[in-house]
Nanobody, 121 residues
Framework: QVQLVESGGGLVQAEGSLRLSCAAS????????MGWYRQAPGKQRELVAV???????NYADSVKGRLTISRDNAKNTVSLQMNSLKPEDTDVYYC???????????????WGKGTLVTVSS
């Protein structure tokens, strides 16, 4: 079993900053991509940023230049530094990781429970 635990959400004023962190634990043999997604009520979950196992990063166009994803492979953690936040960034943010546990022959996708980020105008 694999657990992803997010932390760092909260309330911040527009143009402020927050840092989200996510730690993966459990029966982990290897982690492929780690990333952050967000979802507003009634909307589909969307990619915010991903950090691949190869070391590359991809961002949603709406967050480029404001949000930065980082990863610590030794600690199985991924973080999201969020600067110049806007009210439209208000969402529940979910950590995601593709993990190989050895229970199957492929990487499986796991999700955290989410952390709420609220940006006030």
């Amino acid at each position: 079993q694999v657990q992803l635990v997010e932390s760092g959400g909260g309330l911040v004023q527009a143009e402020g900053s927050l840092r989200l962190s996510c730690a993966a634990s459990g029966s982990i043999l290897s982690i492929n991509d780690m990333g952050w997604y967000r979802q507003a009520p009634g909307k589909q979950r969307e990619l915010v940023a991903v950090f691949t196992s190869g070391g590359s990063t991809n961002y949603a166009d709406s967050v480029k230049g404001r949000l930065t994803i980082s990863r610590d492979n030794a600690k199985n953690t991924v973080s999201l530094q969020m600067n110049s936040l806007k009210p439209e960034d208000t969402d529940v943010y979910y950590c995601s990781a593709k993990v190989w546990t050895g229970a199957s022959n492929r990487f499986m996708n796991y999700w955290g429970k989410g952390t709420l980020v609220t940006v006030s105008s």
